[in-house]
């Protein structure tokens, strides 16, 4: 093989090492900011998930939903006149959620599980909390209303310990 030959085969085999070097190189910048990203949206959700938590402990939604079916069925209201629990809700509490909601697939896919079902049922809570308010006393009987109050102090619970267990897991793969 001639010099000029060998020259040029060592040029082109130093092309391919550099290309073969910055394409992994690219490769793992990429995952690695995945990963940054996917953690810090972990972290995001674990503080939103964690405040929504604590602001159902703090005001005891759950307990006074079951306070108040009690005092229907203790027969506290003998006139007949159900005062109906309402729980207003003002602001917006999903912000967070909602602004990473198409970047949820970098979360392992336990934890987009879990989010998701977080964010339906809470969802769902805060729609139970408008037909509280939208009801009258004459649309639903009392012992309905009993059912209903107690169905969704349990459902809040649920949802309140799904809370709870996600943040653990959110932290767990934010923090390691």
Do not use: C
């Not at 092309?15 to 995001?44: C, D, N, P, S, Y």
């Not at 392992?108 to 879990?114: A, F, W, Y």
């Not at 309905?144 to 996600?166: P, Q, V």
Request: net charge negative.
């Amino acid at each position: 093989m001639s010099p000029g030959a060998l020259t040029g085969l060592f040029a082109l085999g130093g092309v391919a090492v550099g290309g073969l070097v910055g394409f992994f190189g690219q490769a793992w910048l990429q995952r690695t900011e995945r990963k940054h990203r996917a953690r810090q949206i972990a972290g995001g959700l674990a503080g939103e998930v964690e405040g929504l938590v604590h602001i159902g402990d703090v005001h005891q939604y759950a307990n006074f939903l079951r306070e108040s079916a009690g005092a229907l069925e203790s027969g506290a209201h003998p006139d007949g006149v159900i005062e109906v629990p309402v729980i207003r809700v003002r602001l917006h509490y999903f912000e967070v959620y909602e602004a990473n909601a198409g970047e949820l697939g970098l979360l392992p896919p336990r934890l987009t599980r879990q989010v998701g079902k977080f964010y339906v049922q809470a969802k769902s809570v805060l729609e139970d909390f408008a037909s509280l308010g939208e009801s009258t006393s004459l649309e639903i009987d009392l012992a309905d209303r009993i059912a209903n109050f107690r169905r969704l102090a349990t459902f809040i619970d649920d949802t309140t310990d799904l809370g709870r267990d996600l943040v653990l897991q959110l932290d767990a793969f934010a923090l390691p």
